[in-house]
T-cell receptor, first 116, second 109 residues
């Protein structure tokens, strides 16, 4: 596609429920990143994939958060037992590779998650 | 982790004015990007600039990696320039971005 797409654009859920957020990277991009942005803050790193494997998941806040990228393209961020503090905009980005010079990151429009 | 500080935090400009936004970072970096986050939340790439100077229309950026700072210049500002400007850096030891807290720019007609 022309850019990174994310679905849904908005998600409202109740505390304790399970949610899945989807990211479609730019076609041909091998690296995919997830960030979370709270109101008034800059985005914070969660996890990134190089191909199908999670190369760095050090930003995931706890074991309720999990992400997959089974075929090296689309990725799904999964949040179990949601809490009100999980409310934020979840941003996805992709880059051609992770090598210096070709690792410019391009961001999707985000999914706004609200946990009631 | 690396510290990324942006200044000023807020800026109000009259349309047509020029401005300079600054990004300081605390460690060596592989990559630095400037973004404009529009009122709808979309992060728009402005510059990929780990070092040197680049220009794109009314915008230009300079990164002095050895002194750990980058500058974004906006000339002849327009109301559509309003929004939050972020710099993001990638350390030598990883591929994740660390974002600054942003500069919120408001351009008034």
């Amino acid at each position: 596609g022309a850019g990174v797409s994310q679905t849904p654009s908005n998600k409202v859920t109740e505390k304790g429920k399970y949610v899945e957020l989807r990211c479609d990277p730019i076609s041909g991009h091998t690296a995919l990143y997830w960030y979370r942005q709270s109101l008034g803050q800059g985005p914070e790193f969660l996890i990134y994939f190089q191909g199908t494997g999670a190369a760095d998941d050090s930003g995931l806040p706890n074991d309720r958060f999990f992400a997959v990228r089974p075929e090296g393209s689309v990725s799904t961020l999964k949040i179990q037992r949601t809490e009100r503090g999980d409310s934020a905009v979840y941003l996805c980005a992709s880059s051609l590779t992770v090598a210096a010079g070709v690792d410019e990151q391009f961001f999707g429009p985000g999914t706004r998650l609200t946990v009631l | 982790g690396i510290q990324v500080e942006q200044s000023p935090p807020d800026l109000i400009l009259q349309e047509g004015a020029n401005s300079t936004l600054r990004c300081n970072f605390s460690d060596s970096v592989n990559n630095l990007q400037w973004f404009h986050q529009n009122p709808w939340g979309q992060l728009i790439n402005l510059f990929y600039i780990p070092s040197g100077t680049k220009q794109n229309g009314r915008l230009s950026a300079t990164t002095v990696a050895t002194e750990r700072y980058s500058l974004l210049y906006i000339s002849s500002s327009q109301t559509t320039d309003s929004g939050v400007y972020f710099c993001a850096v990638e350390m030598n030891t990883g591929n994740q971005f660390y974002f600054g807290t942003g500069t919120s720019l408001t351009v008034i007609p």
